[in-house]
């Protein structure tokens, strides 16, 4: 056979010799064992993983049951203002020289027309809302964010709400 034939394709297939069959076979069971050996190695170590991330995921979850059962246990005091923790209205403490306050002389109360009052806003602020009082507590205590979000989704809550704390609510729940 010319090695000009073989390039340019010009080869008398019927002068080629026959493939060996059983080298052939030998190659085919080489590969088809080779990939089946890889494929299951790959299978268990996914396999491992998934069950790893399961593990981690059911801590996770176990550490926000737990989580969620403290932020219960806090009592809530309408005092407090949820973002900062300091008390809205602080009181001042008594000492001696404020047993006997100087007489103080008061004014009337100017009578503003009903027309020039603010109107009082309808509703309640979210994070008042009884839906959302504990995912306010659970950022005060140090939840991140993204996963205070994540839980009020999963739950079926506005996670927009958390941003916009003193945004009213026309449906809000007060205890």
Do not use: W
């Amino acid at each position: 056979m010319d090695v000009n034939a073989t390039i340019t394709g010009d080869v008398d297939k019927t002068q080629i010799p026959p493939l060996n069959q059983k080298r052939i076979l030998a190659f085919v069971n080489h590969f088809l064992i080779s990939t089946c050996t890889y494929l299951n190695e790959f299978a268990l170590g996914c396999e491992t993983k998934f069950v790893e991330m399961e593990r981690q995921l059911q801590k996770t979850e176990a550490s926000l049951i737990i989580l969620e059962a403290k932020l219960a246990s806090i009592p809530t005091d309408n005092e407090t203002d949820v973002d900062t923790g300091s008390p809205a209205n602080p009181l001042p403490v008594p000492t001696e020289m404020d047993a006997a306050p100087a007489p103080v002389a008061e004014e009337p109360p100017e009578h503003v027309p009903e027309a020039e009052q603010e109107p009082q806003p309808v509703g309640v602020r979210a994070c008042e809302d009884v839906r959302y009082r504990k995912f306010f507590k659970m950022l005060h205590v140090g939840v991140p964010a993204p996963a205070v979000k994540q839980k009020m989704n999963s739950e079926g809550l506005d996670s927009q709400l958390l941003d916009t704390p003193d945004r009213m609510l026309e449906d809000g729940v007060r205890e």
